[in-house]
T-cell receptor, first 115, second 115 residues
Framework: EAGVAQSPRYKIIEKRQSVAFWCNPI?????LYWYQQILGQGPKLLIQ????????DSQLPKDRFSAERLKGVDSTLKIQPAKLEDSAVYLC?????????????FGPGTRLTVL | AQTVTQSQPEMSVQEAETVTLSCTYD???????LFWYKQPPSRQMILVIR??????QNATENRFSVNFQKAAKSFSLKISDSQLGDAAMYFC????????????FGTGTRLTIIP
């Protein structure tokens, strides 16, 4: 079974530029999560999708971050414009209802550096 | 809101020895899950072990076991017979069984294995 795929793995941009990250969850997983992991901290949930609907985006800085999950499969997370404090690893995870505890499976992450 | 605290930023252990990583959490809920995740330098987060709050018996997975003290809100991870491949960041995480299924992470403990 293929795992959660993310691209790119690394991205370096100047502040005020735009950037987009892509995530392909495990096949059949209805729930998709985007986490932000700042150096020295644990991951923090940015947004959660159930199929193509948003379940929780309370921690998403909506003035600059946006995310979509068209057709309930792949998802993109966009930052526009980027700030220095957005430097972090962006993790995508997916899970499937019907599993007792709905384990979340994580992708390798995208490391973003904003200069 | 739930919080998770890991008070040991770094730990080290001799190969083949036993090490315990600490985690405390704060919640007013009675039904939840607790997890330990491992994040090797490649950054792919993987689940090590989980504990359901309503189960009194401590979870065990091969060399990994937990000491779950519900009243004290403590959830420590014991790694026996430490191996070089155990070197990683370890994150304690909380998940409510109500509402969405987001994970709340601690700040992590970096474990070094000394050959």
């Amino acid at each position: 079974e293929a795992g959660v795929a993310q691209s790119p793995r690394y991205k370096i941009i100047e502040k005020r530029q735009s950037v987009a990250f892509w995530c392909n969850p495990i096949s059949g997983h209805a729930t998709l999560y985007w986490y932000q992991q700042i150096l020295g901290q644990g991951p923090k949930l940015l947004i959660q999708f159930q199929n193509n609907g948003v379940v929780d985006d309370s921690q998403l800085p909506k003035d600059r971050f946006s995310a979509e999950r068209l057709k309930g499969v792949d998802s993109t997370l966009k930052i526009q414009p980027a700030k220095l404090e957005d430097s972090a690893v962006y993790l995508c995870a997916s899970s499937s209802r019907g599993v007792l505890y709905n384990e979340q499976f994580f992708g390798p992450g995208t490391r973003l550096t904003v200069l | 809101a739930q919080t998770v605290t890991q008070s040991q930023p770094e730990m080290s252990v001799q190969e083949a020895e036993t090490v315990t990583l600490s985690c405390t959490y704060d919640t007013s809920e009675s039904d939840y899950y607790l997890f330990w995740y491992k994040q090797p330098p490649s950054r792919q987060m993987i689940l090590v072990i989980r504990q359901e709050a309503y189960k009194q018996q401590n979870a065990t997975e091969n060399r990994f076991s937990v000491n779950f003290q519900k009243a004290a809100k403590s959830f420590s991870l014991k790694i026996s017979d430490s191996q070089l491949g155990d070197a990683a960041m370890y994150f304690c995480a909380y998940r409510s069984n109500f509402g969405n299924e987001k994970l709340t992470f601690g700040t992590g403990t970096r474990l070094t294995i000394i050959p």
